[in-house]
Nanobody, 121 residues
Framework: QVQLVESGGGLVQSGGSLRLSCAAS????????MGWYRHAPGKQRELVAV???????NYADSVKGRFTISRDNAKNTIYLQMNSLKPEGTTVYYC???????????????WGQGTQVTVSA
């Protein structure tokens, strides 16, 4: 079973930066799309950023200009560089990927375990 392993969360002051990483833990054939979501208590899960296999990207309006998503296809890893962080960005961030793996090949919707990001005022 493919697993996504996240790292890079933590505590940072308002205006600071963090870099999240998400790596697929098992040999896979390909990844079609990868992205980051966040889910704050009492709120709906929010798409933060996605990046497709062809390299196109989309961002939530609330993070445009501050966050940058990138991917290393050789390492099956994506990154989320978060700059100018705000206290309202405090929540758990989840990695998601549409992964093609197995024999026969099949696409799986995979989620990471989540990484906490806390931004102090």
């Amino acid at each position: 079973q493919v697993q996504l392993v996240e790292s890079g969360g933590g505590l940072v002051q308002s205006g600071g930066s963090l870099r999240l990483s998400c790596a697929a833990s098992k040999s896979i054939f390909s990844i079609n799309i990868m992205g980051w979501y966040r889910h704050a208590p009492g709120k709906q899960r929010e798409l933060v950023a996605v990046i497709r296999s062809v390299g196109s990207k989309n961002y939530a309006d609330s993070v445009k200009g501050r966050f940058t998503i990138s991917r290393d296809n050789a390492k099956n890893t994506i990154y989320l560089q978060m700059n100018s962080l705000k206290p309202e960005g405090t929540t758990v961030y989840y990695c998601n990927a549409a992964v093609v793996a197995g024999a026969p090949l099949k696409e799986y919707d995979c989620w990471g375990q989540g990484t906490q990001v806390t931004v102090s005022a």
